[in-house]
């Protein structure tokens, strides 16, 4: 896309001189009637430091431009604006009432380098801010079930200390939120791959498979039971790294991540409320999954030899006799989303696909479409480090195990913590489940095509 089809929506001086910083919003089309807006923050220097040159922009008039959010100097000036709820032309600057002032008394703001989508900058151990690229208008659910949540007290959201917002086309947009900095949690993706990597080298240190005996409901403790694949599994010894000797790994982390799903969505039905599906809207949903599935099966035609029963389990979401209660969900809940600290499991994140227009972001759903989102994260956080593995076909049932066993710890604490029992709604749940891998399908078709095979073989097996 040529470089002429940019255009500057929004130009604004946050601060002059020597380093001096603009925001800008620049719109480019990304399709046919689709016009995008993106938040750029240029940092202006005469002599760029040796540590920001892989910031740069390029030069103007001598002047060095880059990206402002690399200095920290500049940084800080956000932060500042948060502090002293400043005006800036359109910008907003506000403060949580409740909220720490923070401006000068943390350490300079720095970018953490996991980011993708949007870019994160860490104050010290206290505060994070997340400044958004993409802009939507409309009210932004990251911010708006984040600050829901945490003024109702709940322990599941890291609480928001202030945001950065203007105006487009006559609604509030999002640019940046400032929350509370979780210091020392790690993210549940990061966990379960370490806890997968020491159960797939212990089976290439012994030279067989070591299959665990599942965890119990009731209590998260080991009782016998039987491999997936119908023989009777081996007890996996000496995991001295895991909290019950004899577990499998991740399994008491998985039951007490279930807990807090639950919580979680108890404190979005008390900030938003709940309801049951009408008629229209249930066969609204059938209609949906079907017509993803037929736009999946014409992207890959391998999904077709599923066909059948991918549509057999969605006209069953049809044919359910209770209600189905909807509320506001995350909508994009996995692994990654999550973190673990000393307070618990805390999810992250809830302005759901950005590519997924506002309103549906914002639609309510059935809760057990995160329950859904969770169980397909397991199956890949297991599977996705076997693509291309020389042992691949020896840690299959190890991987097998896992995912069950993970599965169902998470789905007892769930049903433990409140939420919906999973095993009691198994219809809607397979529904959405499936509904999760026929989205991976065309994910993985479009941007990671070695992963093609994780979200394809579960269907075949489901």
Request: net charge negative; glycine share 10%; proline share 6%.
């Amino acid at each position: 896309m040529a470089l002429s089809e940019l255009a500057i929506v929004s130009d604004v001086l946050l601060q002059a001189g020597d380093p001096a910083m603009r925001h800008l919003i620049v719109q480019t089309p990304l399709g046919p009637g689709t016009m995008a807006r993106f938040q750029v923050l240029v940092g202006y220097r005469k002599a760029l430091p040796s540590e920001l040159r892989g910031a740069l922009i390029g030069h103007q008039e001598g002047v060095a431009c880059y990206d402002a959010l690399h200095d920290p100097e500049l940084a800080d000036v956000l932060l500042a604006g948060m502090s002293e709820q400043r005006l800036a032309g359109p910008l907003r600057f506000v403060r949580e009432p409740a909220a720490p002032v923070l401006a000068g008394r943390v350490p300079d703001g720095r970018v953490l380098g996991a980011e993708q989508s949007n870019t994160s900058l860490v104050f010290g151990d206290q505060a994070i801010l997340k400044v958004l690229r993409r802009l939507f208008p409309g009210a932004n659910p990251d911010l708006e079930v984040a600050d829901a949540l945490a003024r109702l007290g709940s322990a599941r959201v890291a609480a928001p200390y202030g945001w950065i917002e203007t105006d487009l086309d006559g609604e509030p947009v999002l640019l940046g939120v400032l929350s509370r900095f979780l210091a020392g949690a790690s993210d549940g993706w990061a966990l379960a791959l370490s806890a997968l990597q020491r159960l797939y080298s212990r089976q290439g240190a012994y030279g067989r498979e070591y299959l665990t005996k599942p965890v119990s409901p009731a209590n998260g403790q080991a009782e016998n039971a039987r491999a997936p694949n119908g023989q009777a599994g081996d007890a996996l010894a000496d995991l001295t790294a895991d909290r019950t000797p004899g577990a499998m790994p991740f399994l008491a982390e998985a039951r007490q991540l279930g807990l807090a799903s639950a919580e979680l969505h108890a404190d979005m039905a008390r900030a938003f409320g709940s309801r049951p599906m009408t008629a229209a809207e249930l066969a609204g949903l059938t209609a949906d999954m079907n017509g993803k599935l037929t736009h999946a099966i014409e992207m890959v035609p391998e999904l077709g030899s599923s066909e059948r029963r991918i549509r057999s389990a969605f006209a069953a979401v049809g044919e359910l006799a209770g209600p189905v209660t909807v509320q506001r969900i995350h909508g994009d809940y996995h692994l990654g989303q999550v973190l673990l600290g000393r307070q618990g499991w805390v999810a992250l994140d809830f302005e759901g696909e950005p590519a997924v227009p506002l309103e549906v972001r914002r639609a309510p759903g059935s809760a057990l479409r995160d329950v859904a989102g969770m169980l397909r994260s397991f199956d890949y956080a297991a599977r996705h480090q076997l693509v291309g593995h020389p042992d691949a076909a020896q840690l299959a049932s190890v991987a097998d195990a896992w995912v069950q066993q993970c599965q169902a710890a998470f789905r007892a604490g769930y049903a433990a913590g409140g939420g919906t029992d999973p095993d009691g709604h198994r219809t809607l749940l397979r529904a959405l489940t499936l509904e999760k891998a026929v989205y991976e399908v065309v994910y993985e078709y479009r941007h990671r095509p070695t992963w093609l095979s994780i979200p394809l073989d579960f269907v075949a097996s489901a």
